[in-house]
């Protein structure tokens, strides 16, 4: 199956690497002719340990190409994944869709056959069916779907994160699109890892609720490490002792200076606005913010 991926950033690069290891001929665009030459050379513009070795690999086979052209990527291809940055906006908190937007505008544009948008950046509740009227308003006439297919990829392991992964989320709509996301992933559903089909908007939910929990827990034993520091209890003990609770589980139960990175405090940020906008006010989300 011919694949092609929208952006070469963290997201997008390890992805359509990984794609084009499972055997799908992947075509990564990007807008950055300097990052286009660099990926050419076969240099990687991002650190992920093992990534320019696969790269290489499937480069070689004929099964992975990088380009600026948008219209010779989506040529042929069954799926089109956007994988573009959905940063903070300055003030409100919002998750700032303007380059998805784009990216679904173009792809319009340029496709003429049946394709599955399918959107691999974090975004809100909503926003797929935002892409999906963008698309039908840019090309009225194109047979297309939407699918919703969230990352879960840690830096420093989205490989094996990407390989052999603790579940891979579909959100579809159509029997049509949930055959392309079945035969896309079909490596991963021959050797039995979860794949969790859903509709549109628990799909987009699923990413922002993950993080969101995630954060809590980190969030929760700083604060417990600050009690233990007054009543004399050592919080690693403490942390040993719950996490093996199965209900609760060992990780992110390490006291540190806090969750961080470029995912958490955007997508908790985001979940929280949207609780707000929707009259459903998440309370322990706005108090980890605010922690």
Not at 41 to 54: C, H, K, S
Not at 147 to 173: C, Q, W
Request: one cysteine or more.
């Amino acid at each position: 199956m011919k694949i092609a991926m929208i952006g070469t950033g963290y997201v997008g690069l390890v992805s359509g690497v990984c794609f084009s290891d499972f055997g799908h001929e992947v075509v990564c665009v990007d807008k950055d002719p300097r990052k286009i030459e660099m990926l050419e050379r076969g240099e990687v513009p991002i650190y992920e340990p093992g990534l320019d070795t696969l790269m290489a690999k499937n480069v070689e086979a004929g099964r992975l190409s990088f380009t600026l052209d948008l219209k010779s990527a989506i040529d042929g291809a069954e799926a089109v994944f956007i994988a573009v940055g959905t940063p903070t906006r300055r003030g409100d908190g919002h998750a700032d869709l303007s380059y998805v937007m784009a990216a679904a505008e173009e792809i319009a544009k340029a496709a003429d056959h049946y394709i599955v948008v399918v959107t691999k950046s974090t975004v809100p509740v909503g926003t797929n069916r935002k892409v999906q009227e963008v698309v039908a308003a840019a090309n009225p006439g194109l047979e297309f779907d939407v699918a919703s297919n969230p990352e879960f990829l840690r830096e420093g392991a989205a490989i094996d994160d990407f390989m052999k992964p603790d579940r891979v989320v579909v959100g579809v709509e159509t029997e049509r699109a949930a055959k392309v996301m079945e035969d896309i992933y079909r490596p991963l559903y021959l050797r039995d890892f979860p794949i969790v089909t859903t509709d549109l908007e628990s799909a987009e939910m699923i990413k922002y609720a993950a993080n969101a929990f995630l954060a809590t827990k980190i969030t929760f034993i700083n604060e417990i490490a600050a009690l233990c520091e007054k009543v004399g209890a050592n919080v690693k003990q403490v942390s040993k002792g719950m996490g093996l609770d199965g209900r609760i589980g060992n990780k992110f139960l390490h006291a540190g200076p806090g969750y961080g990175g470029s995912c958490f405090p955007k997508d908790t940020k985001a979940l929280a606005r949207i609780g707000q906008e929707h009259a459903a006010p998440i309370s322990i989300v706005e108090t980890v913010i605010k922690v």
